[in-house]
């Protein structure tokens, strides 16, 4: 008697009952979304398995075992590595069981919807449409809010960007025309954006990158490239003042190459990757970040002035020098510090920014301690005034340069220039607002 040898994969089908396609394609695209999810691959969760390669496996087998995703998703969907699957056993499959559509398709019926159905569901979705009035309402609330961002910060705006957010989800979830749909996942998407940043200055990291994570998901979802690479520069400048210089640089780096030529892109290499590149010590990569934010600043519109450290616009050049302060001060150059301070002065301080302010002047102070003759009474001097230009609303990022200024002011501990300054850090913090963003001792 001749023993019918099949492949172990027809066998296993048959014990867990999976004897057509529709079956076995059903099982196959949930192990492909366990696959994806357990692999940290999102391409898998869309893997599908053809008809002719379902016939294959189960009547044929296979002499080479799958090696690209398919192996993956069979690995996950049987529990053994491919190899096992398609090598062929003796067939026990019990009598009266058969993959009766295994090797020829199975004629579908023709059935239709009832047409007056049909009209009637088509009249109901074009009817479901959310007024113009509440989208244009949302774009004004969000606009509002990043004007009054640097005056009230997030202590007084957070509540209210919660509440316009929880208003998009809740018309997310009902019907709506595909055109309006898109704008709002956008507008949602720019809410959550908001909140991310508002974590940020907020000294809360894990709420910023979920926010973060929901505006970049949102802005993928609808092909929004510019909010993607908003919400990725947002997640970076929450690694880099939770001191995780590589990681935000990497969310940099993912940003800038979503579109390189972007206005985007100069938030990302100057407030991005430059300065996370300059506290690593990468001095080569943080100059050639700056020289390429300067770059696409002189290649795209840009706003003037010095805009909302908030806002959804490419950076103005002043926001970028601004930045590109910082990542010298990390790389020990005074002079480069000095020599944007300079440049940018007469718009920093005709700003309404007072956090603008404190953190030009506290990254000048710093510089007068690192140069080779320092000032020490000069940088205790800046950073007071900086203190009280930064006190109204207090963030994290403000908090965080008034510490280290006063960290670095270590080898002149028992000046009174650095004394008064100490005192003043103290008085800063002390502030029921402040206390809310700061923590760790002096």
Excluded at 338 to 361: H, K, M, T
């Amino acid at each position: 008697m001749t023993i019918r040898k099949v492949p172990r994969i027809r066998q296993l089908a048959a014990e867990a009952g999976w004897n057509s396609f529709e079956k076995f394609s059903t099982h196959y695209a949930l192990a492909a979304k366990r696959a994806a999810a357990q692999e940290g691959n999102r391409r898998l969760a869309s893997e599908t398995v053809p008809r002719r390669s379902y016939d294959r496996w189960i009547n044929v087998g296979l002499k080479t075992a799958p090696r690209d995703a398919a192996a993956l998703v069979l690995t996950h969907m049987f529990g053994m590595p491919p190899e096992r699957l398609f090598a062929l056993v003796e067939d026990t499959t019990p009598a009266g069981f058969d993959f009766a559509d295994a090797g020829h398709a199975q004629a579908p019926g023709l059935e239709f919807d009832d047409p007056l159905d049909v009209i009637s569901q088509a009249r109901d979705l074009a009817a479901s449409s959310v007024p113009e009035t509440v989208l244009e309402t949302s774009r004004s609330a969000i606009a509002s809010i990043v004007a009054r961002y640097e005056t009230f910060g997030p202590q007084h705006l957070a509540g209210e960007v919660r509440i316009l957010r929880q208003m998009l989800h809740s018309l997310l979830r009902g019907p709506s025309a595909p055109p309006q749909r898109m704008e709002l996942f956008r507008l949602t998407g720019q809410a959550a954006g908001l909140l991310g940043y508002m974590a940020v200055n907020a000294g809360q990291p894990d709420a910023s990158r979920a926010y973060s994570t929901e505006a970049e998901l949102l802005a993928a979802a609808v092909g929004d490239t510019e909010l993607r690479m908003w919400a990725l520069g947002t997640q970076s400048l929450a690694l880099y003042y939770h001191g995780r210089y590589r990681e935000a640089d990497d969310a940099a780096s993912a940003g800038v190459a979503l579109a390189p030529d972007n206005g985007q892109a100069i938030r990302l290499l100057v407030n991005g990757r430059s300065r996370a590149l300059a506290r690593m010590g990468r001095a080569a990569e943080a100059e050639a970040a700056i020289g390429r934010a300067l770059e696409l600043s002189d290649r795209c519109t840009v706003p003037d002035g010095l805009t909302s450290c908030i806002s959804f616009e490419p950076y103005s050049l002043a926001r970028t020098l601004a930045n590109a302060i910082t990542a010298h001060l990390s790389l020990g150059r005074p002079a480069a510090v000095f020599g944007y301070a300079r440049q940018i002065s007469p718009l920093v301080g005709q700003s309404q920014s007072d956090w603008s302010r404190a953190l030009v002047g506290l990254d000048v102070a710093t510089a007068h301690l690192v140069d080779d003759s320092p000032d020490v009474e000069q940088a205790m001097h800046l950073g007071t005034r900086a203190l009280k230009a930064g006190s109204s609303t207090p963030i994290t990022s403000v908090w965080k340069r008034a510490r280290e200024l006063y960290q670095q002011a270590e080898p002149w501990r028992g000046d009174k220039a650095v004394g008064d300054y100490a005192e003043e850090l103290h008085q800063w913090r002390s502030r029921p607002l402040a206390g809310q963003i700061t923590g760790g001792a002096l």
